[in-house]
């Protein structure tokens, strides 16, 4: 009866001498530095920011009436009459090609910004000796406190206007 219970305990004698085996000290790194960059407000201090906005507010002031009407005609439910069904498909079918073309020139307008934004978060964090950047907004529910000379945001601004 020994060998028994001996045989069922070898495979956690294993295991937990493989753990402790890969506890033992292996070749130190040099600690990386990580900082923090608030991205939306780069973005909204870019130099062609304003473009977007402007886009975008045109593209809301197009879409929201007929997003409106939209609204009012489903809000009939199942009383809506043949004729309204039909204008509201063709409402539908309207806003979805506006959105799709406003959407398409957004991202013409946005996707450079957003590459030098990249470029100037890499040299910023180049510059200042950093292993790993992390966005403020989506950082503050991971971390629980960084210290504010962590914060590249003042550098990438600089740097983007450098160009």
Do not use: C, R, W
């Not at 937990?16 to 000290?25: E, H, R």
């Not at 806003?95 to 890499?122: C, F, H, L, M, R």
């Amino acid at each position: 009866m020994p060998n028994l219970k001996l045989s069922l305990a070898m495979p956690a004698l294993l295991v937990g001498g493989f753990a402790l085996g890969s506890l033992t000290p292996h070749a130190q790194t040099a600690p990386q530095k990580i900082a923090f960059v608030n991205v939306a407000e780069v973005l909204k201090a870019h130099p062609d920011n304003a473009a977007v906005v402007a886009l975008q507010k045109k593209a809301d002031d197009e879409l929201k009436p007929l997003d409106t009407q939209i609204k009012a005609l489903q809000a009939q439910g199942s009383a809506i009459k043949p004729a309204d069904k039909d204008k509201l498909a063709q409402l539908i079918t309207t806003i979805q090609a506006k959105a799709k073309e406003y959407d398409g020139q957004i991202s013409a307008k946005v996707n450079p910004i957003t590459a030098q934004v990249d470029t100037a978060v890499s040299a910023a964090a180049k510059a200042n000796g950093v292993a790993v950047v992390m966005d403020a907004a989506t950082a503050n529910g991971l971390v629980v406190y960084a210290d504010p000379s962590t914060d590249l945001t003042d550098a990438v601004k600089a740097a983007l206007a450098k160009k």
